[in-house]
């Protein structure tokens, strides 16, 4: 079956430090790939997508690369701001439009 | 623009009771979703709906129900609760066909304790 590995949190970093956050998958097709945020006590919402291999996916300064060959989708941003604190969720989608999350991985920034 | 509201934000349930937890959305999005969000375990979905009148079962259904009468309203039943059922509770939807398909919006949550 479709399933998405993430790293295990949480990840501490300093402010304006470089984020990585790995995410692998393993599904059958073409799926598309997902990052979504949850901030403390709100639902998550869609940070970034790709939906072929290669796409590139970024928003508020966060991006992340579709790569096939490695089934890897990982989060990475340059400078790091408190308000980054938040929980990340990779996703992978196969078309039956129910999205398959992975654990999750919190991430603590600190001043 | 309200997008998807669920209520109640948290309740604390006895062994063996039932309640509904209430879901809906105001931006006529075909599918609906329930996750289940446990510490450390992701989401499950428990159940999914493709439009009104059409449900489907998810990867953790036992011990629920759902309805969708309305395209608006995608209500989960529990019937008996019990403490494995303790967990925080996402609906969300989507548009479900074209460009941005399968793109989630989320409610806020609701916190579920069986004691």
């Known amino acids: 079956g479709n399933s998405v590995t993430q790293m295990e949190g949480p990840v501490t970093l300093s402010e304006e430090a470089f984020l990585t956050i790995n995410c692998t998958y393993t599904?059958?097709?073409?799926?598309?790939l997902f990052w979504y945020v949850q901030y403390p006590g709100e639902g998550l919402q869609l940070l970034l997508k790709?939906?072929?291999?290669?796409d590139k996916g970024s928003n508020k300064g966060f991006e992340a690369t579709y790569r096939k060959e490695t089934t890897s989708f990982h989060l990475e941003k340059g400078s790091v701001q408190v308000s980054d604190s938040a929980v990340y969720f990779c996703?992978?989608?196969?078309?039956?439009?129910?999205?398959?999350f992975g654990s999750g991985t919190r991430l603590q920034v600190q001043p | 623009n309200a997008g998807v509201t669920q209520t109640p934000k948290f309740r604390i349930l006895k062994i063996g009771q039932s309640m509904t937890l209430q879901c809906t959305q105001d931006?006529?999005?075909?599918?609906m979703y329930w996750y289940r969000q446990d510490p450390g375990m992701g989401l499950k979905l428990i159940y999914y709906?493709?439009?009104?009148?059409?449900?489907d079962k998810g990867e953790v259904p036992n011990g629920y129900n759902v309805s969708r009468s309305t395209t608006e309203d995608f209500p989960l039943r529990l019937e008996l609760a019990a403490p494995s059922q303790t967990s925080v509770y996402f609906c969300?939807?989507?548009?479900?066909?074209?460009?941005?398909?399968?793109?989630?919006?989320f409610g806020a949550g609701s916190r579920l304790t069986v004691l």
């Open positions: 969300a939807s989507s548009y479900g066909e074209g460009v941005g398909a399968n793109v989630l919006t």
């Open positions: 599904a059958t097709g073409y799926p598309s």
């Open positions: 790709a939906t072929k291999a290669d």
């Open positions: 996703a992978l989608d196969t078309g039956r439009r129910a999205l398959t």
């Open positions: 931006m006529n999005h075909n599918y």
């Open positions: 709906s493709v439009g009104a009148g059409i449900t």
